[in-house]
């Protein structure tokens, strides 16, 4: 049985001007901001309230098709493309900001809030929501949470897991749960919370949130690292953890990426050294002034050739968006840009951008390189062009042996963007067989007929590995 069968009885559910099976819908909504991947859906949706979720998820069980909960589409691994067609859940009228809790510092939202939204709204009654992903003037919470994404300000204040308290989720057989609560101590039962941050819509849909907010830090100030010698740049991120002090953000951008960011932006960044760290600190004043005073002396002691700090918020503004635009700058170069997001233990940084560049001669490819250094996190960026098949295979290569290099490191395939399509082939690498099983058994046991965004997370085949041992 399939979609047609059930038209009019998801149309009852949602109404008509809430169901679309058009030609230009299904197109829109074939494939996100992941490069080189497109699928038609049959249908896409958008309900109301969490009780048309349930009742479209319960309908779509019965008859065995599939459901792929759409954010904002801004995820870089394939996870809203609904690769084995059914329907697309979109969230535009589930979007509010449902209540601001000054008391038990919490925000209540549904998942179509954009992030920024969020953000800006308890900034103005002096509180904070840290994870900033760079997309957060486009991203909604339901991606954001559903991706477990980071931000800028990771180091200092980690990632989405770390601010969500509660959610109300639709099952994949439409049972509604509500986890979790406005609670600093809960211990009750597994924490099925966590479980849904980062499940990338295959476990069932979100459809509220509770976030946990903090004060918002005082003051904060930004400068800029330059140095002519990529290593000394890493060295400088673990000297800085080493003496104690964690940014609030720690960002690395080797000299290719300062080249087209500057093109882009046009805030005068340096493009003749090897790499710079954008480094901010927030907090009371007095504690940042000394940190950024001790950071300067670090940097330079660690071969900076010249330590810039931000003379007002403008500037100090202006340089955290044109590195929030990093890849939006590399985009314009090519007509595919593919980057990733491998990840290693922070001191592994050096290693792992040498590696990188290795990689990149070995391949004959022009590999830009930013990322958040303090978490070890960093976007490889290769700008291409997926018409230019030889060149594409070596980029396959060239990510696959990142990828490789990354486990090896003591690190990981993914530090935010998710698994999706993308990452699939890989995750036993991270994993191993016995860790994949868990994860098939949860699977199973919430949504024994695969609903739920099918064909995202686990592979069909997992990737051989490039070099066995190194
Ligand atoms: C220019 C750019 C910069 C970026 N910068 C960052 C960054 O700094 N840090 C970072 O972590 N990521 C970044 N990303 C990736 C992306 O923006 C994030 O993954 C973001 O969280 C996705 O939000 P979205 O609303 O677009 O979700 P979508 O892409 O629509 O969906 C993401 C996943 O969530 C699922 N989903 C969405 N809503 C729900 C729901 N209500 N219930 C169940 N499942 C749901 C989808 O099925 C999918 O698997 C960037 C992307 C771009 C294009």
Redesign the pocket.
Known sequence: MGLHDVKDKLIAIVGAENYEDSKVSRLVYSY??TPDMQALPDAVLSPRNTKEVSEIVKLCNEHKIPI??????????G??CPIEGGVV?L?KHMNQILELDEENLTVTVQ??AI?LDIINTVEAKGLFYPP?????K???????????????RGLKYG??RDYVLALE?VLPNGDIVRTGGKLAKDVAGYDLTRLYVG????L????EATLKLVPKPETKKVMLAHYQDLEAAARTVSSIIAHKIIPATLEFLDQPTLKVVEDFAQIGLPTDVQAVLLIEQDGPPEVVARDMQKMAELCKAEQAVFVQVAETDAEAEALMTAR?AA??AC?RLKPTTILE?ATVPRSEIARMVRGINKIAEKYQLNICTFG?AGDGNLHPTVPTDARDHEEMERVEEAFAEIFELAIDLGGTITG???V?VMKAPYLEWKLGKEGIGVMKAIKQGLDPNNIM?PG?VFAKETRKRVVVSR
Not at 68 to 77: E, M
């Open positions: 996100d901001a792929v909960p759409r954010g904002s589409g801004s995820n870089l691994c996870g809203t859940l969230f998942p179509g992030t900033d992903p760079s997309s957060m486009i991203s909604t919470i339901g991606g954001n949470i559903n991706e477990n994404s980071g931000g800028l990632v989405t989720v499940s990338e819509g295959t069932g849909v979100i459809t929030r890849l939006s985009a997001d958040h935010e963007h998710g999706g965004n995202k």
